[in-house]
Every structure is written in C-alpha cells, then in structure tokens.
C-alpha cells in the first residue's frame, strides 16, 4: 500500500482577522477529505499540520518527504522560505536525480504574493481588468501631497476607500470608506501608528457586492453582502442571471490564471448599469458559507494533481463513491496519467 505525505500550514493569527477558528475549520475539512478520498484509493495517508508561525524550526529535509503542502501561510517571511526551498530543490536536479514534482504546493507561494494588495492591484489594472481607479500613497509623503492626491478623484463626495497597500485588512480599520477630507486625515493617522508604508486609495463604486469563490475548475459558489446595522453580512442572495454568472466565471478564471491561484476569491461589484468590477482578491478564504462543499472541491483538485503528476506509478485508479453523494468532482486516471475524465464537476464544461 502507497503511503501518501500531506502537510497542512494553518494561517497566522495576524492574518486571519477575527477569522482564527474558520480559517483552521476550512483546513481541517479539507485534510480530512483528502485523508479518506485516500484512504478510499487503498493509499497510508499521513497527515500533519503545523502553525506558519513556527517556519523557523522547520527543517528543508523535512519537507522532502511530503508529496502534498496545503498552505494558508501569508507572512513574507514564510513565503521566503518555502520559495527558497523549491529553489534548492530545483538546484539538485541532474541527469541521474530529475526533478520530482513533489511536494506540489496549494497555493504557491508566488500566487500569495500576487495576492498581497498593491500587488494584485497593480497586476489587474495593468492587464485591463475592471479594476477601479486607485493611487498609491507613500505615508512618508508630505500631507499636503497626500491631500492632493486625494483630491483628484472626481466626486469626493460620492465616496473613497482607503486600504493598507501591503496585506489584506489585519482588523477592520484598514478598509474605510471616507467622503471627505477631515475623515482623511483621521485614517492616515491610524495608518501611521500602524507602521503602513503604503496605503491605496481607490475609487467607489456604487452596486451588490458578491463574495465569489473559486476553487480552480472543480468548484464556485458566491455570497451577497448585504449592509446591516453599519456592517455588512453575507447572505445567499438572489440569482444571478446567466450572462452575468457567466462572467464572473470568465473573469474569475482569468484572474486565477494570471495570478497563479488555485484556491481564491473574489468580491465583485455589479454596478447600478449593470457593469462588473472586481474590488477584492483573496488566497484561500474561509469559504464558511460552504465549507464542506468546497473541502471536498479542495481534496478533489489536489488529489487529482497529485495523480497526475505521476506519483502512484503505472496503476489505474478510479475513485467511486455513492451517487447520491457526489458533491465534488471525481475523476478516472488511466496508467498513462494523461487522460483525465471527470465524471461530475461543479463548474459544467461550457458556461
């Protein structure tokens, strides 16, 4: 019986904004179906989580032995590290030592740097995506300067936000939405006792907002944001007429491909004409709106490219399972490794 290596890398604390315990419960759940889609398969599957926190007393030999890494990890520190060790692995090939293809990442450390705000921000816009207007403001810039800048959107009145140009919101104060230049000045402030060196000002737009997830092409599903109470829930929402899914799809698939992601989401903005933007990339969210299904959607792509990356050797394997139960992909993989038939996807073939 094949033994199959898994490693699991739970996101920092700092990175999960108030998301700790469904940040961990979408890993798990994903671990878990992948440890009994194995098993299923007749494969020894071991499992093993540890904190991004603790990279420092991880062993590059270590990694070696794993054939699959899951990694929520954001931390430049951490990413570093993993992009250095496939370095070293990359500079150990040679005629009589190829390289392997093992351990396959999910997502890849690039793809989360991509996923870093003025990052994804500048890649977006310079491909022409619906991305909306922004600037990038230096906290060490003049006050006056930063003033100016803001002033050269149109309609300042009709509303700008203002989000740390490094991460993702770390809390709830590194998105807000400002209308005037009193409120300005308040968030630099909070901004600066943050130590931001950069921050985004980007243009609003006025529309549903839709929460859409994508887990490569075995799986999407999307929330509504709906304002409550001065925040903002999410709720399933009404649906979305088929051109308009369709290019959610589209764009989503683009944006997956460009930025090297497997595992993401995406907020969308449908605009009062009917125009869509995208004003939010994120690597690997919680999907706590339907967690189970996208565990299963997770364990399915990974467990697929593991076997398509040649690591059971010339047997075929056919994963089956009730089909009462299908709630996720299932594929066929022939001895050659080549074919690959899915049975049942959650994205149909043709949008």
Same mark, same amino acid.
């Given at each position: 019986?094949?033994?199959?290596y898994?490693?699991?890398i739970?996101?920092e604390?700092i ?22 889609m @194995?098993?299923?398969?007749g ?5 093993e ?5 603790d990279?420092q ?11 699959l890494?899951?990694s929520?990890?954001? /931390?430049p520190?951490?990413?570093?590290y ?6 070293q692995?990359? =500079? ?7 390289? /392997?293809p093992f351990? +396959? ?5 690039n ?10 921000s ?5 491909h022409?995506? $619906?991305? $909306?207007?922004?600037?990038?403001v230096r ?11 803001l002033?050269e959107?149109d309609?300042?009145?009709e @509303? %700008?936000?203002?989000?740390? @140009?490094d991460?993702?919101?770390?809390n ?11 409120s300005?000045s308040? %968030?630099l =402030? ?8 950069e921050?985004?000002l ?10 859409f ?8 599903s999307?929330r509504?944001?709906?304002?409550e109470g001065? @925040?903002?829930n999410? =709720?399933p929402?009404? /649906?979305?007429?088929?051109?308009? +899914?369709s290019?959610?799809?589209e764009?989503? =698939?683009?944006?997956g491909?460009l930025?090297?992601l497997?595992?993401f989401g ?6 009062a004409t ?17 967690r189970?299904k996208a565990?299963?959607?997770v ?5 697929d ?12 394997y056919?994963?089956?399972e ?14 050659d490794?080549?074919? %690959? ?6 994205? $149909? $073939?043709?949008y």
């Amino acid at each position: 019986m094949k033994e199959f290596y898994i490693l699991g890398i739970y996101r920092e604390r700092i990175y999960s904004n108030q998301s700790v315990e469904f940040d961990r419960a979408i890993l798990d759940a994903s671990l878990d179906r992948l440890r009994f889609m @194995g098993k299923d398969l007749g494969m020894k599957v071991r499992v093993e989580r540890v904190r991004a926190e603790d990279y420092q007393y991880w062993r590059w030999s270590d990694f070696s032995r794993y054939h699959l890494i899951l990694s929520m990890g954001q /931390s430049p520190e951490l990413l570093k590290y993993l992009q250095k060790f496939l370095e070293q692995e990359a =500079s150990q090939v040679s005629e009589d030592a190829p390289l /392997s293809p093992f351990p +396959l990442l999910i997502n890849s450390p690039n793809a989360i740097k991509n996923c870093y705000r003025l990052n994804f921000s500048k890649i977006l816009f310079e491909h022409g995506f $619906p991305y $909306p207007q922004f600037k990038v403001v230096r906290l060490s810039e003049d006050h006056g300067h930063m003033l100016n800048l803001l002033r050269e959107f149109d309609g300042i009145a009709e @509303g %700008v936000w203002v989000k740390r @140009g490094d991460f993702h919101a770390l809390n709830n104060q590194d998105v807000i939405f400002i209308n005037d230049e009193a409120s300005f000045s308040q %968030v630099l =402030s909070h901004f600066q006792q943050q130590s931001v060196g950069e921050i985004i000002l980007q243009r609003h737009i006025c529309g549903d907002v839709f929460k859409f997830y994508r887990i490569s092409d075995y799986h999407y599903s999307y929330r509504q944001l709906v304002a409550e109470g001065g @925040g903002a829930n999410s =709720s399933p929402g009404p /649906s979305l007429p088929r051109p308009l +899914l369709s290019k959610m799809l589209e764009l989503s =698939s683009q944006v997956g491909e460009l930025l090297q992601l497997e595992v993401f989401g995406i907020d969308f903005v449908v605009g009062a004409t009917g125009d869509l933007y995208i004003i939010d990339v994120n690597d690997w969210p919680s999907f706590r709106s339907c967690r189970q299904k996208a565990a299963n959607a997770v364990a399915a792509h990974a467990l697929d490219k593991c076997l398509q990356a040649n690591l059971y050797g010339p047997k075929e394997y056919t994963y089956q399972e009730n089909l009462s139960e299908r709630t996720y992909p299932y594929s066929k993989v022939y001895s050659d490794f080549q074919t %690959v038939k899915y049975l049942h996807r959650s994205i $149909p $073939p043709k949008y």
